[in-house]
Nanobody, 115 residues
Framework: QVQLVESGGGLVQAGGSLTLSCAAS????????ITWYRQAPGKQRELVAS???????NYADSVKGRFTISRDIYKNTMYLQMNSLKPEDTAVYYC?????????WGQGTQVTVSS
């Protein structure tokens, strides 16, 4: 069982930046994929960014050029650097990890972008 704990959310003005962290209790190096999702009020959860095994990165069109996903395999931590934030980025952000043994979710961290 892998525990994921997010941190770094908060309130920021439009145009600002935040960095989210997701600390894993186990190795993220062996994960098939690590992903950031978000869910805004009244909307479905959506993929924001992911790293699949081999290191390829994928981004939602809405965040390309503004968000960067990364990982530190020695700290077993994944990150989401968010720049040029917009009010529409307001959501609860969740980290997710998929291995051969299961799918793991963090508890979520709130990001609120004021206009």
């Amino acid at each position: 069982q892998v525990q994921l704990v997010e941190s770094g959310g908060g309130l920021v003005q439009a145009g600002g930046s935040l960095t989210l962290s997701c600390a894993a209790s186990g190795s993220i190096f062996r994960m098939n994929a690590i992903t950031w999702y978000r869910q805004a009020p009244g909307k479905q959860r959506e993929l924001v960014a992911s790293i699949i095994s081999g290191g390829a990165k994928n981004y939602a069109d809405s965040v390309k050029g503004r968000f960067t996903i990364s990982r530190d395999i020695y700290k077993n931590t994944m990150y989401l650097q968010m720049n040029s934030l917009k009010p529409e980025d307001t959501a609860v952000y969740y980290c997710n990890a998929v291995s051969a043994y299961g799918v793991y979710w963090g508890q979520g961290t709130q990001v609120t972008v004021s206009s």
